[in-house]
């Protein structure tokens, strides 16, 4: 099996995983690595899913220490994050 076909495999396993645990829990923690511009297709996925089976989800930013901040930081972030989420009603 290629390199990319096992990545591929092992991302949609956790996928179903992380969907299958979802339907079982009270609550949806989102973690979002602050270092990366954009919003992964997992969390995407697991976002949306969690709206379809009206969880509550909580969205935490992870390494938030390693942006580089100036006054507007963190407006900025939160305005581009909800427009990367526009598919929910925040």
Request: proline share 1%; net charge neutral; no cysteine.
């Amino acid at each position: 099996m290629r390199k990319s076909k096992l990545v591929e495999s092992v991302d949609h396993y956790a996928l179903m995983r992380a969907m299958s645990s979802l339907v079982e829990s009270d609550l949806t923690l989102v973690v979002i690595d602050a270092t990366i511009d954009e919003l992964s297709h997992f969390d995407s996925r697991i976002i949306g899913y969690a709206l379809e089976h009206n969880k509550p989800i909580v969205i935490v930013i992870n390494k938030w220490d390693l942006v580089e901040k100036n006054q507007n930081t963190m407006m900025q972030y939160e305005k581009k994050l909800r427009e990367k989420m526009k598919f929910s009603s925040w």
